[in-house]
C-alpha cells in the first residue's frame, strides 16, 4: 500500500461527504457552493489518475463557471427548496440502490483498476496514439494530438454544440430584458457593483486580474507542450472578465466587452476549425488533414492546424461562457 | 477485491447520489446539481480506466515510458464543457419556468397548469 492510497481514501471520502452534503441540504445556495467544491475535489483526484487535462478543465468549468451560473440562476429565483415527501423520496431511493447495487455487480467483472492488460491499455490504439504521435504529429502532449489530430471531427463537433447551447440561452433569456415589462420591484441581483468599503476585494482582483488573463493566453498557447489547450483556456479567460463583472459590477465588463463584439465571436472561432478544414479540402487533403497545410514538411502542418484549431476553440468557448454569464446577468439588472 | 476495485465504487457510489437527487427532487435547481453530480461520477469511471500502474500523465518525455491512455482524456475533457452548457441550457429554462409561474418546483407548476386547465 502507498502514500498514493492514502491520498485516494482521504479525497474519496471528502467527495463523498460534499455530495451527501449537497443532497441533504435544502439551502440551494450552500448545495451550490457544494458542488462547487465537488467538483474542486474530483479535479484532485483526476490529477492523481494522471489526466492533468481533465483536472485542468474540471476546475476551471466545475469550481468555476457552473458555480457561477447556479449562484447567477438562484439570484434571479427562490433559494430554498420545500421538504422532499417520502413519496418522492422513497421510490427514488430504492432505484438508485438499486441501479447502485446492478452497476456494483458487473463492476466484479471489470478488471483491476490500473492494470497494464486491460482491454483499453491492450488496444492497438494506445500505442498508435503514445508512441507514433511524436513522429506524426510532433507535439508532445498527446490529449492535444488525439484532441486536435485524430479526432478532430469529434472536437469540431463539440465546439459546435458549445456554439448551439450559447444561441439557445441567448434566444430563452434573450438580450437581458424579460419579456413582461410588469414585474414586481426590482431584484437585488448577482453582479451589483461592490460597495466601496469593499476595498481589499477591489485592489486585489484589479491586481489579479492581467494575471489571470495572461495565465489564460499561457494555456492557449502552451497547449501543445503542457497540460492546457482551447477549452481550458476561453473558460479561464471567461473567469477573469466575470471576476471583473462581479466586483465592479455588469456595465463596467460590458464597456470592456461588449455583448455584440461576443455575438460575432462565438461563430467566429466555429468559422475558424471548420475553416481550417476546408483549407485542407483546398489544398488536396481530407477534411482536417493538417499534413497538407505545409507542402515540404507535414509536422510543421500539423503544428499549424492545432494551433488555428486550438484558436479557434478558444475563441468560442471565451466568447460563449461569457454570453451565458451577461445573459444571466442582465436578466437580474433588468428586473 | 476491494484494493482493486474501489475506484470503480466510489463511482457508483456517487453515481446513486447524483441519481437520487434528480429522481427524488421536485426542486429543477436541486435536479441540475444532482445531474452535475451524476455527470462527474460518469468521468471518474471514463479516467480510471485509462490510468496505468506507474504510468504518468500523456505529455511524452524522454524521461517517461509508461504513459496513461489519453483517450478517456479527451473524451472526458470536451464533456466536461459541453456538459457546463448544457448545465446553463437547463438553468435558463429553469429562470423561465420561474418567470411564468412564480416557482422553480416541477410539482408547484404542473399544480399550476391544471389549475389553469379546468378554468378554461
Redesign the interface.
Known sequence: ?NGF?WI?IVL?TI??AT??G??RTRQ?FA??ML?GL??LT?AC??VL??????AF??AA??AG??TV??L???A???SR??V?PPR??I???L???F??GV??YA??D?P?????D?P??QHP??QR??DD??TEIGV????TS??ASY?GY??LG?TV??F???I??LM??GRGR???SAEPKPREALPQPIQHDQRVLRVVSKLMLPFILLFALYVQFHGD???G?G?QA??IFASGLILYALVFGLDAARAAVSPAALRRMVPLGVLIYAGVGFATLLLGGAFLDYNVLDAHDPAHGQHLGILLVELGVGIT?TA??LM?FY??AA?GVGR | MIASHYNYWIAVVLLMIGLYVVMSHSNTIKKLIGLNVFQVAVFMLYISLGKIEGGTAPIVDAAFTVYSHPLPHVLILTAIVVGVATTALGLALVVRIHEAYGTTDEDEALIADRREAERT
Open positions: 500500500m492510497v485516494d474519496f467527495l463523498a455530495a451527501v449537497l443532497a440551494l448545495a451550490a458542488s465537488f467538483s474530483s483526484i483526476f489518475q494522471d489526466a492533468v487535462d481533465v478543465t474540471e468549468v466545475g463557471m457552473t451560473l447556479f447567477g440562476t438562484l434571479l429565483t427562490r427548496e420545500k422532499t418522492r423520496s421510490p427514488a431511493a432505484i438508485a440502490i441501479t447502485g452497476l456494483i463492476s466484479t471489470m483491476p483498476f490500473a492494470a497494464a486491460t483499453v491499455q490504439l494506445t496514439f503514445l504521435s511524436m508532445p502532449n498527446v490529449v488525439v484532441l479526432r469529434d472536437t463539440e454544440v458549445v448551439t447551447a450559447a439557445a440561452v430563452l433569456l424579460p419579456a413582461t507542450y503542457g497540460p489547450g477549452f476561453g473558460v468557448v460563449a461562457m451565458l445573459s444571466f436578466r
